[in-house]
């Protein structure tokens, strides 16, 4: 998985974030000297409203192999002829320990979000660490992480600076998830809960999202997941146009992409 995630959110407008493929993050990192690029395009739909077509392409490069780096995560929504430009990511992460087995690997990260939009009144950020115990490695595999079950724990806050009136809010955020091979090893279902999006500061749980990934090579994977989120605010809701009710649901489909390219390794 990108060590650093794009920041997804479901602000309104100018901070509506497409959906990433596995919002729960995990304990590692690409090897040093990879370049990553991830992409991912979806639509969400809820009652009452029209759907918002979302799409998002971030970069990053692992600069040694224990810290990465992303600056980027660059996109757009589209809703009713009109497209909206997304915000920037900046986000490093560290690996504090790595490990395979019952040993849980752990790393740390933080993030912030620059509006690139306009919108300088809202700016968002978080603190995370990461726990993942990456089981059952075959005995004949060389890659550490072809393993046949990874399991995901994210525990961390989500944070919000208002420019208008000078506060600063602060959230709990946790996340759990799993990535588990199928008939093939090249094919995983994955399924997780948070306590909505790391950058979405208004959503909260219940929050969820299930899908395959099909690891195409060693450094391509296709992602194709389906998402559901409770209405439970303003912000959640105007990613759908403003429809729904308070006790209705949003959901959305997505389509992702991510490949790595050896710079310097």
Same mark, same amino acid.
């Given at each position: 998985?990108?060590?650093? @995630?794009?920041? @997804?959110?479901?602000?309104?407008?100018?901070?509506?974030?497409?959906?990433?493929?596995?919002?729960?993050?995990?304990?590692?990192? @690409?090897?040093?000297? /990879?370049?990553?690029?991830?992409?991912?395009?979806?639509?969400?739909?809820?009652?009452?409203? +029209?759907?918002?077509?979302?799409?998002?392409?971030?970069? #990053?490069?692992?600069?040694?192999?224990?810290?990465?780096?992303?600056?980027?995560?660059?996109?757009?929504?589209? /809703?009713?002829?009109?497209?909206?430009?997304? %915000?920037?990511?900046?986000?490093?992460?560290?690996?504090?320990?790595?490990?395979?087995?019952?040993?849980?690997?752990? =790393?740390?990260?933080?993030?912030?979000?620059?509006?690139? =939009?306009?919108?300088?009144?809202?700016?968002?950020?978080?603190?995370?660490?990461?726990?993942?115990?990456?089981?059952? *490695?075959?005995?004949?595999?060389?890659?550490?992480? %072809?393993?046949?079950?990874?399991?995901?724990?994210?525990?961390?806050?989500?944070?919000?600076?208002?420019?208008? =009136?000078?506060?600063?809010?602060?959230?709990?955020?946790?996340?759990?998830?799993?990535?588990?091979? *199928?008939?093939?090893?090249?094919?995983?279902?994955?399924?997780?809960?948070?306590?909505?999006?790391?950058?979405?500061?208004?959503?909260?749980?219940?929050?969820?999202?299930?899908?395959?990934?099909?690891?195409?090579?060693?450094?391509?994977?296709?992602?194709?997941?389906? +998402?559901?989120?409770?209405?439970?605010?303003?912000?959640?809701?105007?990613?759908?146009?403003? #429809?729904?009710?308070?006790?209705?649901?949003?959901?959305?489909?997505?389509?992702?992409? +991510?490949?790595?390219? %050896?710079?310097?390794?």
């Amino acid at each position: 998985m990108a060590i650093i @995630v794009a920041a @997804v959110s479901l602000h309104w407008p100018s901070e509506a974030f497409a959906v990433r493929p596995f919002v729960t993050d995990d304990a590692r990192i @690409v090897y040093k000297g /990879q370049f990553e690029v991830e992409s991912f395009a979806g639509v969400s739909m809820a009652d009452g409203s +029209r759907p918002v077509v979302e799409a998002r392409s971030i970069q #990053g490069l692992a600069l040694t192999d224990r810290f990465e780096l992303i600056a980027g995560g660059f996109g757009f929504t589209y /809703q009713g002829g009109q497209a909206r430009p997304l %915000d920037m990511l900046v986000q490093p992460k560290y690996v504090i320990h790595r490990s395979f087995g019952m040993i849980p690997s752990i =790393s740390v990260a933080a993030a912030s979000l620059f509006p690139l =939009s306009g919108n300088t009144q809202h700016w968002d950020s978080y603190t995370m660490a990461h726990v993942s115990w990456f089981l059952f *490695t075959p005995e004949n595999s060389t890659d550490p992480y %072809d393993n046949d079950l990874a399991i995901h724990v994210n525990l961390g806050t989500k944070n919000r600076y208002d420019a208008g =009136s000078a506060t600063y809010q602060m959230k709990f955020y946790w996340a759990a998830g799993f990535e588990v091979i *199928t008939f093939s090893r090249e094919l995983r279902f994955l399924a997780e809960t948070f306590n909505g999006d790391p950058f979405g500061f208004e959503e909260k749980f219940p929050a969820y999202q299930t899908g395959f990934r099909w690891y195409r090579t060693p450094t391509m994977q296709v992602d194709l997941v389906f +998402r559901g989120i409770r209405n439970t605010t303003e912000d959640v809701r105007f990613v759908a146009g403003g #429809g729904g009710l308070p006790e209705e649901w949003n959901y959305t489909i997505q389509v992702g992409f +991510r490949f790595l390219i %050896d710079v310097f390794r």
